[in-house]
């Protein structure tokens, strides 16, 4: 991956050692890998979001035939915005510090756009290619080989870039997405030209194309997870700590247990909800988290620097869109969730 090692983003040092505490919390690990995705121009040996796949040139890219006269905005003028945007705020700010430094002929242009939005585009009705969300190889994310089928090391995950899907995976608060694994080295002659959706639900689901700079941690499982004897005493650890230093604590379930941003493995927040546990609908079994797409990686302690704290543009579900997967067999349907 082409990146300057020297501007890495990594999770600032946590404010202290849960397991000091509270040893028996070692038993509830898990290793996760955090994505930290910066906008770049990835290649399709690289692993990314928003990024071009390793697609074999002779397999059928997948469609959605769902969305007949559906209404949404095309990607060049999203794309198009952000780059007059970038271009604006690179200059310096006006003397008044209203706005951002536009040209006339940006101002002018961003007006129509502007305008254009506020009257959809409509489909024609044809298959929408799906769009190409991102794709991991093994070698780059530590946490990826723990969940890859025999021979597998490469995750390719794309997604219907309109909601309202009923196929099994369905989150009605994010896209229908699909989970492709494959070797990489058995892609020889891989697609030149990638399709792309001409029209999008939202902008939010476009996402920036972005380098990734992985990074493993450990976690540990959300509150809800825990036996309540131990959570009781976490919550008494928390209110003696304050007292006794006289400010807030690092609290266990925001600062000390789950990362947010985007990342492959580890344990999922339920701070939108009660916990809600995710089975297999082919086999009953409990699910695993793989990967998690967050809107920001910067809420609490655990903004990395350096870099900015919502990267890629996407925002599906309220803060987080997550993916499941079955450990008993990875060719069971995965299943999507919102938080």
Same mark, same amino acid.
């Not at 898990?30 to 690289?46: E, I, S």
């Not at 058995?186 to 990638?194: G, I, K, Y």
């Not at 999008?200 to 499982?221: D, F, G, K, N, S």
């Given at each position: 991956?082409?990146?300057?090692?020297?501007?890495?983003?990594?999770?600032?040092?946590?404010?202290?050692?849960?397991?000091?505490?509270?040893?028996?919390?070692?038993?509830?690990?898990?290793?996760?890998?955090?994505?930290?995705?910066?906008?770049?121009?990835?290649? $399709?040996?690289?692993?990314? $979001?928003?990024?071009?796949?390793?697609?074999?040139?002779?397999?059928?890219?997948?469609?959605?035939? *769902?969305?007949?006269?559906?209404?949404?905005?095309?990607?060049?003028?999203?794309?198009?915005?952000?780059?007059?945007?970038?271009?604006?705020?690179?200059?310096?700010?006006?003397?008044?510090?209203?706005?951002?430094?536009?040209?006339?002929?940006?101002?002018?242009?961003?007006?129509?756009?502007?305008?254009?939005?506020?009257?959809?585009?409509?489909?024609?009705?044809?298959?929408?290619?799906?769009?190409?969300?991102?794709?991991?190889?093994?070698?780059?994310?530590?946490?990826?080989?723990?969940?890859?089928?025999?021979?597998?090391?490469?995750?390719?995950?794309?997604?219907?870039?309109?909601?309202?899907?009923?196929?099994?995976?369905?989150?009605?608060?994010?896209?229908?997405?699909?989970?492709?694994?494959?070797?990489?080295?058995? $892609?020889?002659?891989?697609?030149?030209?990638?399709? *792309?959706?001409?029209?999008?639900?939202?902008?939010?689901?476009?996402?920036?194309?972005?380098?990734?700079?992985?990074?493993?941690?450990?976690?540990?499982?959300?509150?809800?997870?825990?036996?309540?004897?131990?959570? *009781?005493?976490?919550?008494?650890?928390?209110?003696?700590?304050?007292?006794?230093?006289?400010?807030?604590?690092?609290?266990?379930?925001?600062?000390?247990?789950?990362?947010?941003?985007?990342?492959?493995?580890?344990?999922?927040?339920?701070?939108?909800?009660?916990?809600?546990?995710?089975?297999?609908?082919?086999?009953?079994?409990?699910?695993?988290?793989?990967?998690?797409?967050?809107?920001?990686?910067?809420?609490?302690?655990?903004?990395?620097?350096?870099?900015?704290?919502?990267?890629?543009?996407?925002?599906?579900?309220?803060?987080?869109?997550?993916?499941?997967?079955?450990?008993?067999?990875?060719?069971?349907?995965?299943?999507?969730?919102?938080?």
């Amino acid at each position: 991956m082409k990146h300057d090692p020297d501007s890495r983003p990594t999770t600032p040092y946590r404010p202290l050692d849960i397991t000091v505490p509270f040893p028996e919390l070692k038993d509830h690990a898990r290793t996760a890998t955090r994505l930290h995705p910066r906008p770049g121009a990835p290649a $399709v040996g690289d692993s990314s $979001v928003g990024g071009p796949l390793l697609w074999p040139e002779g397999e059928a890219w997948p469609v959605c035939r *769902e969305h007949d006269g559906a209404r949404g905005v095309r990607p060049w003028r999203v794309r198009r915005q952000e780059e007059i945007l970038r271009a604006a705020r690179a200059r310096p700010r006006p003397a008044d510090g209203a706005g951002w430094a536009y040209t006339d002929a940006e101002r002018a242009e961003m007006q129509v756009m502007t305008e254009a939005g506020g009257r959809p585009d409509r489909h024609d009705g044809s298959p929408l290619p799906l769009l190409a969300l991102a794709q991991f190889y093994a070698r780059d994310v530590p946490d990826l080989a723990a969940f890859a089928p025999p021979g597998a090391d490469l995750l390719q995950v794309l997604w219907c870039p309109f909601g309202g899907h009923e196929d099994g995976s369905y989150s009605h608060f994010g896209p229908s997405t699909r989970l492709f694994w494959r070797r990489a080295a058995d $892609v020889t002659n891989p697609l030149s030209a990638q399709p *792309e959706p001409p029209i999008v639900e939202h902008a939010r689901y476009l996402p920036v194309p972005c380098a990734l700079h992985p990074e493993q941690i450990t976690e540990y499982p959300w509150a809800d997870y825990l036996p309540p004897a131990l959570v *009781e005493r976490i919550d008494a650890w928390e209110v003696a700590f304050e007292a006794r230093a006289g400010r807030a604590a690092p609290t266990y379930q925001y600062d000390l247990s789950l990362a947010p941003g985007w990342k492959i493995g580890g344990w999922e927040s339920w701070h939108r909800t009660d916990l809600m546990r995710v089975h297999c609908d082919a086999c009953g079994a409990g699910m695993r988290l793989l990967l998690t797409m967050d809107s920001c990686e910067s809420q609490a302690s655990w903004g990395p620097f350096p870099g900015p704290g919502c990267p890629t543009g996407v925002a599906a579900g309220r803060d987080e869109y997550r993916a499941f997967v079955c450990p008993a067999d990875p060719a069971h349907p995965h299943r999507m969730s919102a938080q």
